[in-house]
């Protein structure tokens, strides 16, 4: 059974750099034909699309987030990594990581989530 | 880009029927077969529901179905049931891009 855990700093200052790693466990993150993705929750609001990154690495990110988003891959560790930039206390949210098949464009295995408060 | 469009909320009663709409536009929805939904419990993970449209995962009631007409999408719950009371996101590919739809909280009265 897949299983995807979301870890990193669970408070970050305004300005400074949001980081956050999903570890991918029963499977590999090397498969082909899965992307691995990140996606936000501001709370008591909806889901929020950041981006993905296919075996292959080619990212493809939300265009409102693009200038401040990077996902990478470690497939030695079998992990993938979410950097936010320039945070603001509107990047506050759940932030959750994952799988996404190609051929069924839907998110079939999701982490458990974790908070990121920006506040200085 | 903007969000896929839903009723902010919806209820029913035990057993009835209820369905939520989303609407996009020829660009995500009307163009691809790639909508999904998912359901929400609070504090919990979003759960897939459908996806391409009408196919269920294993495991899925199949009290739960999705269609799609133009750049609407819909999902059906037939006999409600008082654990389905969460919230409902749909989700479209947009061409090397994913939107969501802004969420639809369903009572069971």
């Known amino acids: 059974q897949l299983q995807l855990q979301e870890s990193g700093s669970g408070l970050v200052k305004p300005s400074q750099t949001l980081s956050l790693t999903c570890a991918v466990s029963g499977g590999s993150i090397s498969s082909g034909g899965y992307s691995w993705s990140w996606i936000r929750q501001p709370p008591g609001k909806g889901l929020e699309w950041i981006g993905y990154i296919y075996h292959s690495g080619s990212t493809y990110y939300n265009p409102s987030l693009k200038s401040r988003v990077t996902i990478s891959v470690d497939r030695s560790k079998n992990q993938f990594s979410l950097k936010l930039s320039s945070v603001t206390a509107a990047d506050t949210a759940v932030y959750y990581c994952?799988?996404?098949?190609?051929?069924?464009?839907?998110?079939?295995?999701w982490g458990q989530g974790t908070l990121v408060t920006v506040s200085s | 880009q903007s969000a896929l469009t839903q009723p902010a909320s919806v209820s029913g009663s035990p057993g009835q029927s209820i369905t939520i709409s989303c609407t996009g536009t020829s660009s995500d929805v009307g163009s691809y077969n790639l909508v999904s939904w998912y359901q929400q419990h609070p504090g919990k993970a979003p759960k897939l529901m459908i996806y391409e449209v009408s196919k269920r995962p294993s495991g899925v009631s199949n009290r739960f179905s999705g269609s799609k007409s133009g750049n609407t999408a819909s999902l059906t719950i037939s006999g409600l049931q008082a654990e389905d009371e969460a919230d409902y996101y749909c989700?479209?590919?947009?061409?090397?891009?994913?939107?969501f739809g802004g969420g639809t909280k369903l009572t069971v009265l």
């Open positions: 994952a799988r996404l098949p190609f051929w069924s464009g839907a998110f079939d295995y």
């Open positions: 989700c479209s590919y947009a061409g090397s891009s994913t939107l």
